[in-house]
């Protein structure tokens, strides 16, 4: 390690130590053998004295000795003795030892009086498995007390040493090196494809093979974690090697990605696995200049701001140096943390807190009138699929689709340049209200770009956002955590995946490049089968196959078993982002979208029922579907 001053003489026995742990059960047993031979002459200097503890012995004592001590190995043996770890050694481990040192000593005894050795003092014979019990039990209780002490040094406390073998031996393992000790870690090698730094030494720490050699357990020792040190790989690369590295059974973690270390995030800050470890799939390259055309300078209003979509949307929004940042948000606590975390990081941009709901017009209108925005992003929405299902289809329709109604009606009075809405895979043919109401809501901005023709509206729909509050990372690691059993709805259930961050930059991409009337879509690839994503979680947490269940609890009401970014009868066309294409709406779809809001707006029924009768009407594609 770099600060090799830093690193104590408790760091290097631990270290020491670790690269014997997985050789415990031989190691084990040749102490112990060396005890046991040890107390037989101890035994002998207390029975004879010193003067003739030695030359008193019969010529065949050694001999005998040589079988007292394989039959108290076989009694260790057989007494699962050298499983244990002697830095957990306590009464268990006292009582295991006094059983198989009686029985040895017993069988020994039975041994030498059979075969009529009569020069071996019976005294010897009787205070033997005594004395090897108390050598036994000492070297263990020696080692823990070492051991602890050693633990309290290294860690400041009562913590579990931890160990790791850290992947890469490059920039990022160098400066990780140079200060991961004093959060009481111990570093027992490095793992590099470099030819030139095999069998090298780098920062005082070992390099102990290639890449590939990560699964070998002569190479892990005593490792109770993997450290990935690579934050230039990316894409299924990575995912690859995150999957290979999870036949380990060891936590896996990482270092900062090249994105975060270039964000400021330090190097030392070892983090789980993230979803964007998990993706898969290579980041999606930005216009970065156009995007920065459309919002340097300008009053920027995000509804929704406090959620999962809308906060990261600020944080993104915030390099390009807006003029004004207007956080638009229903919920107290939620508009709190964004406002606090914004303005820590980004002191100079003028911030506009305000607590608004989307279904309130009057307001909307007031907030745009005032504040006079040139790009509003849409990101107020509810999104979870079973809860929206039952007895809440009325406030999903209130929110999703009158709210939009709203907010596009606000943004065209106000002349507002651009207005963005966050839409959904689960709009393609909705099975679901949630997806029904946000395909209306789509439907709305469709109208509205027919209808005022002096503001783009434009919609983004993506697929499932990894991390984001409700889906399936958050649940699947509290469930983990817990011990299991992690639920998965369907053994063959898949979902498009992306991570809040690219959801977020397709979004102000499609502000930048996004016509009036269209619906970007990204191209995510290959859908994940949850399943997989669960037994991938549950390795990268440490743990075997089999040791965590995974139970599958059915199809929610709603729920599909895949879902679909585009619909058949949309016409797709290209964009300069490689990445995303463009759907356009058939503007004839929207004839009923009006009635639909107006009796939102002023309708007094709210059964489920009434809801989804008014969403068949409006959205001709929407089927509803039972769980199954």
């Not at 506009?352 to 849409?378: C, E, M, N, Y």
């Amino acid at each position: 390690m770099a600060a090799g001053s830093d690193v104590t003489v408790w760091h290097r026995l631990d270290r020491f130590l670790a690269r014997w742990r997985p050789h415990r059960e031989p190691i084990s047993l040749l102490v112990d053998g060396l005890v046991v031979a040890a107390c037989w002459h101890i035994t002998y200097l207390f029975r004879l004295g010193f003067e003739r503890w030695h030359t008193a012995r019969p010529a065949y004592d050694h001999w005998v000795m040589l079988g007292v001590v394989a039959a108290y190995l076989v009694a260790f043996a057989l007494a699962r003795v050298p499983q244990s770890m002697w830095r957990f050694s306590g009464f268990g481990e006292v009582r295991r030892l006094t059983l198989a040192c009686l029985a040895a000593g017993l069988v020994s005894a039975a041994v030498v009086l059979a075969l009529q050795l009569s020069k071996v003092p019976r005294a010897v014979l009787a205070l033997h498995p005594v004395v090897t019990l108390m050598g036994v039990s000492v070297i263990r209780i020696a080692y823990r007390m070492l051991y602890e002490h050693a633990r309290s040094r290294i860690t400041g406390g009562d913590d579990e040493v931890r160990r790791a073998i850290i992947v890469g031996a490059g920039e990022a393992a160098r400066r990780l090196l140079a200060g991961i000790h004093r959060q009481g870690w111990i570093v027992l090698g490095l793992l590099d494809d470099d030819p030139a730094k095999q069998r090298a030494r780098i920062a005082g720490v070992p390099v102990l093979g290639p890449l590939s050699s990560v699964t070998d357990k002569a190479v892990l020792g005593g490792a109770t974690h993997l450290i990935v040190a690579l934050p230039s790989l990316r894409g299924a690369r990575r995912r690859a090697f995150l999957e290979h590295a999870a036949l380990t059974g060891l936590p896996v973690l990482t270092v900062p990605s090249a994105q975060e270390l270039r964000e400021g995030l330090d190097v030392n800050r070892v983090r789980d696995i993230e979803p964007q470890d998990l993706l898969g799939r290579e980041p999606v390259q930005l216009d970065e200049a156009g995007i920065g055309d459309v919002l340097r300078g300008a009053t920027v209003l995000v509804t929704g701001a406090g959620g999962s979509i809308g906060s990261e949307l600020c944080r993104q929004i915030a390099p390009y140096a807006p003029a004004r940042l207007v956080l638009y948000e229903l919920s107290e606590f939620n508009l709190y943390t964004v406002e606090q975390e914004l303005t820590e990081r980004w002191p100079q941009i003028e911030l506009v807190r305000l607590i608004g709901d989307v279904k309130d017009l009057a307001h909307l209108r007031s907030t745009f009138a005032r504040w006079q925005p040139a790009v509003v992003f849409h990101a107020a929405a509810f999104k979870h699929v079973p809860l929206m299902e039952d007895h809440n289809a009325w406030a999903a329709l209130r929110n999703n689709t009158l709210g939009t109604w709203n907010a596009a009606q606000a943004a065209a009075e106000a002349q507002v340049q651009r207005f963005v809405l966050i839409s959904t895979d689960k709009a393609v043919n909705p099975t679901n209200v949630m997806g029904a109401t946000k395909r209306a809501a789509e439907m709305v901005v469709s109208a509205m770009a027919a209808s005022h023709p002096g503001t783009r509206f434009m919609a983004v729909r993506f697929g499932n956002v990894l991390g984001s509050s409700g889906s399936v990372i958050p649940k699947f690691k509290e469930q983990i955590a817990r011990g299991g059993p992690v639920t998965v709805t369907h053994p063959d259930i898949i979902r498009y995946f992306m991570t809040i961050p690219e959801a977020a930059r397709l979004v102000l991409q499609a502000a930048a490049i996004g016509e009036s009337g269209q619906v970007l879509v990204l191209d995510m690839g290959e859908p994940v089968k949850i399943v997989d994503l669960a037994r991938q979680l549950i390795r990268l947490s440490g743990h075997a196959e089999g040791e965590i269940a995974i139970e599958f609890s059915g199809l929610r009401p709603g729920e599909k078993l895949y879902e679909e970014l585009l619909a058949q009868a949309d016409a797709t066309i290209a964009t300069p982002i490689r990445q995303l294409r463009v759907a356009r709406l058939d503007s004839c779809a929207t004839r009923d979208v009006e009635s639909l809001v107006t009796w939102a707006r002023t309708g007094g029924q709210d059964l489920d029922a009434d809801v989804r009768e008014h969403l068949r009407v409006a959205v001709p594609e929407y089927v509803p579907r039972a769980a199954g």
